[in-house]
C-alpha cells in the first residue's frame, strides 16, 4: 500500500532513511537494505575521505537534535563501489547516492566520476551542508545555484535530485522554485536540517565544533519541513518530485509529509535513536491511518492538504 514512485522510479515503500544517518559504511547500508524501508541513501560522499570535525559533534534530546559532523565520508569511490555491490544483488531496487563538494569546480569533479559511473540510481546533489567551517550553504545562494545548475545539465546524464537547506520566506521560495523549474531536476528533498541552531547544557554549548553551532533535526523541526514540502508542493514543476525530510517519527508525521506533497519520506534523527527496526513501527502506522481513512494507495491523499 505504501508503494511510490520518484522520478518515474518505483518504491515498494515510499520510507526510508535520510543521508547522514545509519550510511556511512557498507556494514549500516546492509541493515537498511535489510529493513522495511524502500531503499536508502548513503551518506554525502566527497571525492577524498573526510575524518569530520571533532568531537562531541552530536548531541540528542526528547524533542531533538543538534549535529555538526562536517561530513565525515569513506569517499565517492567507496559509496560507488558499495552501492554497486547493492545494486547487483538486487536489479530491480533503486539506490540513492548523496554527493557534495567544496567550491564549484569540486562539484563539477564529483559529478563527473559519478556521471562516469555504473551507477544507475538517482543522484541527489546535496547544496545544504551547514556544518563546514567557512563553506555556506550553496542554496542559500541564488544565483551560485542557478549557475552551478545550468552547467550540470549541460552535460549530465542521470537522473539527478536536490537536497535543500530549508527556506523561510515566501519571497525565497517564488524565487528558488524559478530557478529550479528550468531544469529537468528529478527531485527536491526538503529539508536538509536547520543550520547553525545552538543548544545549551549545563551552562556549556552541547557540541565542540564551531563554538557549538550546529545543524538542528527531529520533532521540533517538522513544521518548518512540512511548510517546505508544501511550499515546493505549490511551486514545481509536476514533474519534479518531492521527497520530504524533517521531523519524521511516527506514521502520523509521514503521512502528513505526504498530505503537503511528498512522494517519498525519509527519517533522520528518529532513525538513529531507535534503529532501523522503526521502519516497521513506522509503516504499520502509516498503513494504519491509510486504512481507517479509507486510502489505499498514498497517491489517494498526497499532496490533498486542505486549507480553511
Ligand atoms: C553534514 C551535515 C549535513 O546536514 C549535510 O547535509 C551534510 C553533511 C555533516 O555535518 O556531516
Known amino acids: ?25 557498507v ?17 554525502t560522499a566527497t571525492i577524498e575521505y573526510r575524518e569530520g570535525n571533532v568531537k562531541p559533534r552530536y548531541y540528542k534530546y526528547n524533542i531533538g537534535s543538534i549535529n555538526s559532523f562536517g561530513l565525515p565520508n569513506m569517499s ?22 548523496s554527493v557534495t563538494e567544496m567550491g564549484e569546480d569540486k562539484i563539477y569533479d564529483i559529478l563527473k566520476i559519478v556521471n562516469d559511473s555504473d551507477f544507475e540510481g538517482l543522484v541527489e546533489l546535496n547544496l545544504s551542508c551547514p556544518n563546514v567551517e567557512g563553506k555556506p550553504q550553496v542554496a542559500y545562494d541564488f544565483e ?3 549557475r552551478i545548475l545550468t552547467e550540470i545539465f549541460k552535460w549530465f546524464k542521470k537522473p539527478l535530485g536536490i537536497k535543500l537547506p530549508p527556506f523561510f520566506d515566501m519571497s525565497h521560495f517564488d524565487q528558488m522554485a524559478d530557478i529550479i523549474n528550468q531544469f529537468p531536476i ?46 515546493w508542493y505549490q511551486r514545481l514543476n509536476p514533474e519534479i518530485s518531492i521527497i520530504g525530510t524533517g521531523g519524521i517519527s511516527t506514521g502520523q508525521d509521514a503521512f502528513e509529509h505526504i498530505l503537503c506533497g511528498a512522494s517519498m519520506v525519509q527519517v533522520g534523527t528518529a532513525l538513529g ?28 491523499f498526497r499532496g490533498q492538504l486542505q486549507y480553511l
Open 76 to 97: 565517492i569511490d567507496y559509496y560507488l563501489d558499495a552501492v554497486k555491490q547493492f545494486q547487483e544483488k538486487n536489479p530491480n531496487k533503486t539506490y540513492f547516492l
Open 273 to 300: 535513536h531507535n534503529g532501523p527496526q522503526l521502519f516497521e513501527r513506522i509503516t504499520q502506522e502509516l498503513e494504519a491511518i491509510m486504512t481507517q481513512k479509507g486510502y489505499s494507495e498514498i497517491d489517494d
Open 27 to 43: 556494514t549500516s547500508l546492509e541493515k537498511l537494505d535489510q529493513s522495511a524501508a524502500g531503499t536508502f541513501i548513503t551518506k
Open 1 to 25: 500500500a505504501l508503494k511510490t514512485k520518484v522520478a518515474g522510479f518505483e518504491f515498494d515503500n515510499c520510507i526510508m532513511n535520510a543521508s547522514g544517518v545509519l550510511c556511512s559504511d
Open 186 to 231: 528529478a527531485y527536491v528533498n526538503a529539508i536538509n536540517s536547520i543550520g547553525n541552531g545552538l543548544i545549551v547544557h549545563d551552562e556549556s554549548v552541547a557540541i565542540k565544533p564551531k563554538q557549538g553551532f550546529g545543524g538542528l533535526g527531529g520533532s521540533i523541526i517538522k513544521p518548518t519541513a512540512l511548510a517546505n514540502v508544501h511550499a
Open 144 to 146: 551560485t545555484t542557478e
